[in-house]
């Protein structure tokens, strides 16, 4: 028994219909989810609490708001984004239309994970139903209290005709991915998308994943520890650390860490108290499997500040690493909480050989009173996005696109005498992008368009045989 079959067969219809084409029709959907994010603000709040012991403040800045800007953005300029857009012509073309038309896929599927469950779910929804768009939206199951919300009451704000909520976790999923789906935004780990991009190559159902990141942070000499300090601090122990554009490791000189410790120190004391575990700007690891992992890291290197855990609240202290080794677990995969390594270069060109050795990051950042060296990193290297002297400000611009940086590459491999065709995947930060009209244009198909006028036979006729030399040198 197929429990989906039911209600991905009413979604289809209601596409087929051409339902949710009409621009009033997305604008209405848009609207409804504007009020569901407006009269169940506090239910959402309490709800982040529940989940991550997420701060009233960080539940605004972070999920709340940034969702209702793109609803409001979407809504300004629904109208100019769903306009053919007009492309330049050539001389046999010049007495026709040509045109790209922005056509919804269909059906689609959202995969949501769980650490900023408001915003990753209902933000890519915001481009998925603005592109006019049927959609199935499946947020995370460990974030529970969230997903109770999403799942119970917004409903009721869009259509449900052309929306669903599917609750649940691996098993659901993988039910949801055996159907064929027009399009696939995921958001979570490298390892699921993996499994996300396999269930979609089957029917070949274009995907765009947003993975993790280790996004290394540079730190020159020429600095102001305390200045940096504070911006490091604020967006490594953001949500916990549980961000995938947190900067995940520092790269400085021994020199620099010496300056940037006591800063470190200060502001972690200023933002979280001498008691960080009493703070309510500090939340909780999302699950105990998670807080198990996070602890270990703990044991990577020498704890310089930090380092406290509580397995009965899973709390940990906001943390600095130091004396740390390539090697070791905690510069071996993505942190996802609040562990702040610190690995130690002897110059720029090293940090910049370390970066480009690994992995393409989700983010970049570099801290310098040199823009020169900040403009060095930025060449030199490749990330998902980059940004200089701050943590993830960029992703407040809804004018940037936001997304990994991925190569979908083939390479021939010998396999038993013969050579053998297989897919290799470097794109741990993912493939794709969305915010603002990047998410509309993810939606979206591009259909290339020309109309051509039906008469002027007799000057179109001079491209059909019989062919001669003549008719070459006038085309
Ligand atoms: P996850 O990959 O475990 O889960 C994401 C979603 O996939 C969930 O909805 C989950 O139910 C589903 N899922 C889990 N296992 C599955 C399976 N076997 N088959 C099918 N579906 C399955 O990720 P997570 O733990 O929720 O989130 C953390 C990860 O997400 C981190 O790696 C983080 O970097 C990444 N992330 C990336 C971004 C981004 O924008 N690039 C944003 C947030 C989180």
Known sequence: ??????????????????????????????RGLGRFLQEHKQLLQEALAQDLHKSAFESEVSEISITQSEINLALRNLRAWMKDEKVPKNL?????????????????????????????????????????NCVVLKPSEFSRSTEKVLAEVLPRYVDQSCFAVVPGGPQETGQLLEHKFDYIFFTGSPRVGRIVMSAAAKHLTPVTLELGGKNPCYVDDDCDPQTVANRLAWFRYFNTGQTCVAPDYVLCSPDTQERLLPALQSAITRFYGEDPRSSPNLGRIISDKHFQRLRGLLGCGRVAIGGQSDESERYIAPTVLVDVEETEP??????????????????????????NRREKPLALYAFSNNKQVVKRVLAQTSSGSFCGNDGFMHLTLDSLPFGGVARLGICLRAHAGQPRVSPSFHGASG?????????????????????RCPGMEKIYSIRYPPYSPRKLRVL
């Not at 046999?92 to 779910?121: C, H």
């Not at 481009?127 to 006019?132: H, S, T, V």
């Not at 995969?333 to 090293?350: A, T, Y």
């Open 1 to 30: 028994m197929d429990p989906f079959a039911d209600t991905l067969r009413r979604l289809r219809e209601a596409f087929s219909a051409g339902r949710t084409r009409p621009a009033e029709f997305r604008a209405a959907q848009l």
């Open 92 to 132: 046999a073309t010049q007495l026709d239309s040509a045109f790209i038309r922005k056509e919804p896929f269909g059906l689609v599927l959202v995969i949501a994970p769980w650490n900023y469950p408001v915003n990753l779910t209902l933000v890519p929804l915001v481009g998925a139903l603005a592109a006019g």
């Open 330 to 355: 905690v510069m071996q995969e993505e942190i996802f909480g609040p562990i702040l390594p610190i690995v130690n270069v002897r110059s720029l060109d090293e940090a910049i050989d370390f970066i």
């Open 431 to 451: 493939m794709g992008s969305y915010h603002g009209k990047f998410s509309f244009d993810t939606f979206s198909h591009h259909r290339a368009c020309l109309l």
